[in-house]
């Protein structure tokens, strides 16, 4: 590779004033050029110089020591005293051949200087002419590339670190498929791309980002030296292009499949689930982006597949309904889910009595009378309650048959006996299949004292319901003066 570092120059007169004795030695001229070039990587690293020039001089004698200095270091100050890291130095004489040599030996990939300047004594001086100077085996370096992760829509800072001084540049960028040329030929060493917003998402109907790569090629003297590349990462950042919702795109119903409130279309504290469906014809992506995917957020929990359910409700609620394009952008809507309090039935001013069959209390009547208040969750009318009432002797291992009764109405329920003790068992039940029971007790028929059939048996206060017992009502003691010694 040959590259031409200068084309012209103009040299002037140097050294001690013109006429001044040549015992003065020699000088040297102001520099001409200093200028950075680039080894190899790879292959020779020995590098020639050659130069073609002309003087222009004047004097009583005939010059032989002017001429040219090419000094190479690999430092960029020095020349004066020719010191630091000198790789060689060439004169090229005027009396000489026109043109002149050196091999210099070189590291590979690293920078070095090369210095021009003119020689002359202190009786002679060099009038304005030109010089030509190539140079082969020397190589300029492509800039570098810097650039960091953006986002569509936004400026994003590009900058070159540049190797070769009087180093020029095409940069480009490629995109989506889209190439763009942001410099050509230019000396910059910086510059701000701003991605378009509206462009690239046209491009980009089912990605959230891409990659950008910065291509950079770098010209020394009309020649490409080589190129580099970076690549970042630009992104739609979320909320550039979210679709657009139309009323009802997301619906919740009531769920109360498989549960004790099946039969209920209302959302019931405790027992409901909510199910979300999403209408696709009423969400509105851009640029070509598509439906990509749902999901609900309740309490806590995400679910991010169908079937759309929260979680068992135990009170008003709010669900985060969220539909995704295929860009990744979203949008969102919060429906609100009102759900009816519920507690379990229960029963209040429960009355229990023997009684005749008129229902007149009565000690020795062969019927009771029953009474409940039962109270339950109306759930917006959809809930409903049954009472009802049984009775069992009080040994007995089961209570008998359920007889319906009015809310808060007595019913008159019979025959029972009055030598025997019962329990009497109220209960409601709604209509999710929850019961609330109370249970009372009826006493026999009150004595003095009664024995039992066959003399087997003894009550006092009540009626003997057991063999070979000597019973007591509930709630008596015995008492040997004024010490209980049995009861309590």
């Known amino acids: 590779m040959s590259t031409t570092l200068i084309t012209s120059a ?146 994003i800072p590009v900058s070159l670190a540049v190797s070769t001084e009087g180093a020029v540049h095409d940069l480009r960028v490629s995109c989506a498929g889209r190439t763009e040329t942001l410099l050509s030929r230019s000396a910059a060493t910086s510059f701000v791309w701003t991605p378009d917003l509206t462009t690239y998402a046209a491009l980009l109907p089912n990605a959230g980002s891409a990659q950008a790569v910065f291509t950079c090629e770098t010209f020394f003297n009309g020649n490409s030296v080589g190129s580099t590349t970076a690549s970042i990462t630009v992104r739609f950042t979320q909320g550039d292009l979210p679709p657009t919702l139309a009323a009802g795109w997301a619906r919740a119903a009531v769920y109360n499949v498989g549960t004790a409130a099946a039969g209920i279309s209302v959302y019931v504290q405790g027992f409901s689930k909510a199910e979300v469906s999403f209408d696709s014809s009423k969400i509105s992506c851009k640029y070509g982006a598509s439906v990509a995917g749902f999901r609900i957020r309740c309490g806590g929990v995400t679910v991010n597949a169908a079937p759309y359910r929260t979680g068992v409700l135990t009170g008003n609620a709010e669900i985060l309904c969220t539909v995704t394009d295929s860009r990744g952008q979203e949008a969102s809507e919060t429906l609100q889910i009102t759900v009816q309090p519920y507690a379990e039935p229960r029963l ?70 009055a030598d025997s003790s019962y329990l009497v068992r109220l209960t409601i039940t709604d209509a999710l299949g929850k019961t609330a029971s109370v249970t009372v007790a009826l006493a026999t028929q009150h004595w003095a004292m009664k024995f039992r059939p066959g003399g087997m048996g003894v009550g006092f206060g009540k009626a003997p319901e057991h063999d070979n017992c000597i019973e007591l009502p509930a709630g008596w003691v015995i008492r040997i003066g004024d010490t209980v010694v049995l009861g309590e």
Request: hydrophobic share 30%; with cysteine; charged share 20%.
């Open 10 to 155: 103009s040299w002037y007169r140097v050294g001690a004033k013109y006429g001044m004795p040549e015992s003065l030695g020699y000088d040297y001229a102001p520099l001409v050029g200093r200028f950075k070039f680039h080894t190899p990587s790879t292959g020779a690293t020995s590098v020639s110089f050659a130069s073609t020039k002309y003087d222009i001089y004047e004097g009583e004698y005939t010059p032989y020591d002017f001429g040219y200095r090419f000094l190479v270091t690999s430092e960029s100050t020095g020349y004066e005293s020719e010191c630091g890291d000198e790789r060689g130095i060439l004169t090229v004489h005027a009396g000489d051949s026109l043109t002149g040599s050196v091999n210099i030996d070189l590291m590979p990939d690293r920078d070095y200087y090369l210095w021009i300047w003119p020689r002359v004594d202190a009786y002679h001086r060099m009038a304005p002419g030109t010089i030509t100077v190539t140079v082969d085996g020397i190589y300029g370096t492509a800039s570098t590339i810097t650039a960091s992760n953006g986002t569509f829509g936004s400026q």
């Open 348 to 417: 209040t001013e429960v009355t229990v009595f023997r009684c005749d069959s008129t229902g007149n209390a009565a000690d020795d009547g062969q019927y009771y009378s029953a009474k409940g208040k039962g109270l339950y969750s109306s759930l917006r009318g959809q809930n409903s309650m049954t009472l009802t009432a049984a009775h069992k002797k009080t040994d007995a291992a089961d209570f008998g048959t359920e007889t319906a009764l009015q809310n808060d109405t007595a019913l008159v329920i019979g025959t029972i006996s």
